[in-house]
């Protein structure tokens, strides 16, 4: 059974920082795409930010443009997301999301992975 995990979550005054980890990743073979999603109370959740295997950032949403840096550390198996200049509004749980193709005994054959955490929660407020 693998399972990712998030940490670094908080309480952070506006305008500070917080630095959230998925750690677990160095056990899931074959990872396709990365992403960090939050949900507010009453609210859907939502992607904040994704990255390709490649290293590519695909979605950034424009709410934290600028402050928020999403990257992977692949020799610590870590997802990691560098958030600055916290605003109440970012308030929410963090989850982690990871998504995979594992080869199957057969040839040619791909299983389909999806991997939550159990999220982290970040209130910012005074």
């Known amino acids: 059974q693998v399972h990712v995990t998030e940490s670094g979550g908080g309480w952070v005054q506006p305008g500070g920082s917080l630095r959230l980890s998925c750690e677990g990743l160095?056990?899931?073979?074959?990872?396709?795409?990365m992403a960090w999603y939050r949900q507010a109370p009453g609210k859907d959740r939502e992607k904040v930010a994704g990255l390709t295997s490649g290293g590519t950032v695909d979605h950034l949403k424009t709410a934290v443009a600028g402050r928020f840096t999403i990257s992977t550390d692949k020799a610590k198996g870590t997802l990691d997301l560098q958030m600055n200049n916290l605003k109440p509004e970012d308030t929410a749980v963090y989850y982690c999301?990871?998504?995979?193709?594992?080869?199957?005994?057969?040839?040619?054959?791909?299983?389909?992975?999806?991997?939550w955490g159990q999220g982290t929660q970040v209130t910012v407020g005074s």
């Open positions: 160095r056990s899931i073979v074959g990872i396709n795409y």
């Open positions: 999301y990871i998504f995979s193709y594992e080869r199957g005994a057969e040839m040619g054959r791909f299983i389909p992975h999806e991997f």
